[in-house]
Every structure is written in structure tokens, then in C-alpha cells.
């Protein structure tokens, strides 16, 4: 056997120490191994904002509008294959839905009824109630954020460091969820569950009020625009630190009036001044 060498053996220790730290899934280290998935926002700062008020009745008639998709999204693929094409996007969603699907949607639905729209259950409780396995919860969970009948966003709470995450400052907890029916899923309804339609002059006075507002915004400042278009606070604060910058060269470097004085007699106010008035 030969001898190894010193730096042999500590390049054979470090590889050995390589293969066997702990990764993320991304590949990419996780100095905290705090679990916390990403984007999550802090619990208590953000749930009166995103909660709906549901009116009486309403989670009952979600639920209903969602069974109806499930008994008819056979009938939409029948029709898609009778006519020898291709689902489009509108009926691709409307048969995502399934039983399990369904049936996690009735528990939401019904604590959204009895919570005053307050809905933040965990998984083990939705397994419990719904009768299904964990994985089962979160494929039905994903089928309907993707079908746009469910808004989910996750939380997560300040903790103090545990003793094998140092650097860990946050830790997961439920997820908060609102119910909704997207418009683009209307038309696979039966008409006795469609909203009856707005009057014209209704619909009128609000297509009057959104081209209103699209023409003040086009008057925005570009401070304003800023605060209304950018979300992330740090490229808010550079632009709008920059725009500020660019306010205050105009009004340095300002034009000067147009010579009003100077036109034809015979007019009246500053237009009929003379040259030597």
C-alpha cells in the first residue's frame, strides 16, 4: 500500500464533508434551514385586507356553481372530441375539477359561511374534514387555485431561534383562503345559476368611469406613477428619488413666458398691449 499524503486525506475529508451537507431543493445552500416557504407574508398584517365579506348565501352558491362543473365537465370534453379539436383554455379549467377537489371546496365553502369569511384551516384539519389524504388535499388545493376558484396565500410567524436553526427568525403557519367564481367559467353554468346580466345603462356609466380614470392617469406626475405602478419598496424609493431629482432641475431650469406683450393693437387685455406700453 503506498502512503498517502497529508493534503490527500484532508482533500478526501472535505469532499466527503461536501456530499454530505444538507441542500435545498434549488440546489443553492439555506444558511437559516428555516421552513419557510417563499412568499409568504407575516401573519396578522395582511388578512383584513385579503378576507372576503361574503353576502348571505353566497358560500352556498359557490358551492353549487362548482358542483355543476363537476356533472358537466364530461359533457365539455364529449363536445370537444365530437367536434375532433382541441380543449380550449376556458374548458381546459372547467374539467380540472374533481371529486376530491369538490369535496375540499365544500369545507372551505362552509367555514367561509360559519367564520364570517375567515378561512384559515390547516391541512391535517381539511384531511379530517374532507375525509382525504394529505396528498389528495394539495392536488385538490392547486386544481382549484388554478381553476380560479380559490385565492390561497401562505403565512408565516416570528419565532424565537431554535437551537439547530440560529439564524432562523420566522416559521410556517396555516394558509388563509377566500372562494371566489371567475367569469371565464360562467358560460359552462346552467342560466338558472348565472348572475342575472347588469341593465345597459349600467353597464354603460361603468365603461364611461373606467375610460374617465384611464384618462386622468395619463396626467399622472411621475412620482405619482410610481407610487401607484411599483410594488417593490426598494425600487420605489431609487425612482422615486430620481424623479424628485428631475422635478426640481425642471423648476431650476424652467422656460421662460411666451411674449404676450408683444402682438397686434387692438385686442383686448395683455393681446392689445402696444411694444412700448
Not at 112 to 124: Q, S
Request: proline share 6%.
Amino acid at each position: 500500500m503506498g502512503v498517502m499524503s497529508i493534503g490527500q486525506a484532508a482533500f478526501m475529508h472535505l469532499e466527503r464533508t461536501v456530499q454530505e451537507r444538507a441542500r435545498a431543493r434549488s440546489g443553492s445552500p439555506n444558511p437559516t434551514r428555516a421552513h419557510v416557504h417563499p412568499g409568504s407574508r407575516r401573519a396578522g398584517t395582511f388578512e383584513d385586507d385579503f378576507f372576503y365579506s361574503y353576502a348571505q348565501g353566497e358560500p352556498d352558491r359557490l358551492y353549487k356553481q362548482a358542483a355543476e362543473l363537476l356533472k358537466r365537465k364530461n359533457a365539455v370534453r364529449r363536445l370537444a372530441r365530437a367536434e375532433e379539436r382541441e380543449l380550449t383554455e376556458d374548458e381546459r379549467l372547467a374539467t380540472l375539477i374533481t371529486n376530491t377537489a369538490l369535496r375540499v371546496f365544500k369545507e372551505l365553502t362552509t367555514l367561509a359561511r360559519t367564520c364570517a369569511g375567515k378561512v384559515f384551516p390547516t391541512w391535517e384539519w381539511i384531511e379530517a374534514a374532507a375525509g382525504v389524504s394529505r396528498a389528495s388535499v394539495g392536488r385538490a388545493l392547486s386544481a382549484l387555485a388554478t381553476m380560479g376558484l380559490l385565492d390561497k396565500q401562505r403565512r408565516c410567524v416570528p419565532i424565537d431561534p431554535p437551537a439547530d436553526r440560529p439564524k432562523a427568525r420566522n416559521a410556517q403557519t396555516s394558509n388563509v383562503y377566500r372562494m371566489r367564481f371567475p367569469n371565464r367559467l360562467v358560460a359552462f353554468l346552467p342560466r338558472r345559476l348565472r348572475p342575472a346580466p347588469l341593465p345597459d345603462d349600467v353597464t354603460q356609466a361603468e365603461a364611461e368611469r373606467v375610460e374617465q380614470i384611464d384618462h386622468w392617469r395619463t396626467w399622472r406626475t411621475p412620482r405619482q406613477m410610481i407610487a401607484e405602478d411599483v410594488t417593490d419598496p426598494e425600487l420605489r424609493a431609487i425612482l422615486d428619488s430620481m424623479a424628485i431629482t428631475m422635478e426640481r432641475q425642471s423648476q431650476n431650469n424652467g422656460q421662460p413666458l411666451p411674449d404676450s406683450y408683444l402682438q397686434r393693437i387692438k385686442r383686448v387685455g395683455l393681446a392689445g398691449q402696444r411694444i412700448d406700453a
